[in-house]
Nanobody, 127 residues
Framework: QLQLVESGGGLVQPGGSLRLSCAAS????????IGWFRQAPGKEREGVAC????????YYTDSVKGRFTISRDNAKNTVYLQMNMLKPGDTAVYYC????????????????????WGQGTQVTVSS
């Protein structure tokens, strides 16, 4: 059974950092592009960042560029989202998702491209 499990969320002050993890089970991530998405109360789920299955090509939405970094460790079957300089506007439930896309050096933060989703982890940025 394919499963993604996010962890690492929590409460942090503005300007602080968190590292989210997305651990896969039931499949190996090396043939998948992985996306991070977030959903704040009353808002649509939006794409934040993604990483390709090949060559680790990354893409970020404008609001997180320079602050967030996505990376993958295929040996640990885990993808990470390092979030620095957090702002109250980053408060949301964060989800990771997988898209089967072998030998592909590109990724997209379009929700409909992703087939498997985790259950989400809450990130709250507040003083």
């Amino acid at each position: 059974q394919l499963q993604l499990v996010e962890s690492g969320g929590g409460l942090v002050q503005p300007g602080g950092s968190l590292r989210l993890s997305c651990a896969a089970s039931g499949f190996t991530l090396d043939h998948y592009s992985i996306g991070w998405f977030r959903q704040a109360p009353g808002k649509e789920r939006e794409g934040v960042a993604c990483i390709s299955s090949t060559d680790d090509i990354t893409y970020y939405t404008d609001s997180v560029k320079g602050r967030f970094t996505i990376s993958r460790d295929n040996a640990k079957n885990t993808v990470y989202l390092q979030m620095n300089m957090l702002k109250p506007g980053d408060t949301a439930v964060y989800y990771c998702a997988a898209n089967y896309s072998p030998i592909q050096a590109m990724c997209f933060i379009t929700r409909t491209r992703y087939d498997w989703w985790g259950q989400g982890t809450q990130v709250t940025v507040s003083s």
